[in-house]
Nanobody
């Protein structure tokens, strides 16, 4: 069983930056594809970015390209999401998730383990 704990959320003004972290325990971290997802009130949970176990391949939703960067440190069992140029529409609860598959995937139901989420609020 893998446990995931997110941190780094908060309130930021539009144009600002936040760095989310997700610490994993209980599994072989470098074997998991990791993803960051977000869910705004009244909306479905959608992928923001994903990264393979080695960190060699990444995926971004179009709205995150050029502003967000996903990375991982396998020695620290941690995945990060650097978010720059934040917009009010980025406001959501952000979740990290682990997929036991070696394939880079981004559908929420393909992920096996989830963190509790961290709130990101961007004010205009």
């Amino acid at each position: 069983q893998v446990q995931l704990v997110e941190s780094g959320g908060g309130l930021v003004q539009a144009g600002g930056s936040l760095r989310l972290s997700c610490a994993a325990s209980g599994g072989t971290f470098n074997r998991y594809t990791m993803g960051w997802f977000r869910q705004a009130p009244g909306k479905e949970r959608d992928v923001v970015a994903a990264i393979t176990g080695s960190g060699g391949i990444t995926y971004y939703v179009d709205s995150a390209k050029g502003r967000f960067t996903i990375s991982r440190d396998n020695a620290k069992n941690t995945v990060y999401l650097q978010m720059n140029s934040l917009k009010p529409e980025d406001t959501a609860v952000y979740y990290c998730a682990a997929d036991r598959s070696f394939i880079l995937r981004w559908a929420p139901d393909e992920y096996d383990y989830w963190g509790q989420g961290t709130q990101v609020t961007v004010s205009s």
